[in-house]
């Protein structure tokens, strides 16, 4: 089984499988097309991120939309646009680092233009820890 894996590996777009186990990367391939069964996988693949925040249908159950993601801390960011978890697994999550990182650039814009307008003790608390610390860095 594993060379089977390592070779569809080298196939993917996404580099991050390769840090997975075998048994983790089955998983998450075999349930690629179930964006919630994957987010179990998320703190694998990512660093600090624990879950995604996913749009729920008429009837309560999570769709394919997630809008927002958790750190492994508890803390809650939403995305300024939707991502959209459909399709093959290792395009979606290209999707999902994409909106992380444009999520990133959009809190950073926002906490510069904030820093002055606001009491530090507030402004600490308004925007995500990764970004309070590289935009007070900055301002030092």
């Keep these: 089984m594993l060379p089977i894996l390592d070779n569809q590996i080298l196939c993917f777009v996404y580099y991050r499988f390769y840090f997975v186990s075998?048994?983790?990367?089955?998983?998450?391939?075999?349930?690629?097309?179930?964006?919630?069964?994957?987010?179990?996988?998320?703190t694998k693949l990512f660093d600090s991120m624990s879950a995604l925040k996913f749009e729920e249908d008429s009837e309560g159950n999570p769709t394919k939309t997630a809008?927002?993601?958790?750190?492994?801390?508890?803390?809650?960011?939403?995305?300024?646009?939707?991502?959209?978890?459909?399709?093959?697994?290792?395009?979606?999550?290209?999707?999902?680092?994409?909106?992380?990182?444009?999520?990133?650039?959009?809190?950073?814009?926002?906490?510069?233009?904030?820093?002055?307008?606001?009491?530090?003790?507030?402004?600490?608390?308004?925007?995500p820890a990764q970004v309070t610390y590289y935009v007070d860095f900055f301002f030092i």
């Excluded at 993601?69 to 646009?81: S, T």
């Excluded at 650039?105 to 925007?127: C, I, N």
């Design 22 to 42: 075998s048994a983790d990367l089955l998983d998450i391939l075999s349930n690629g097309n179930n964006p919630s069964a994957v987010a179990k996988h998320l």
């Design 67 to 127: 809008t927002a993601m958790y750190a492994k801390d508890g803390e809650f960011v939403e995305f300024p646009d939707i991502c959209d978890c459909n399709g093959q697994v290792e395009v979606w999550l290209n999707r999902l680092l994409d909106s992380m990182k444009a999520t990133v650039r959009h809190e950073m814009t926002e906490a510069v233009s904030g820093y002055e307008e606001k009491p530090r003790d507030q402004w600490l608390f308004d925007y």
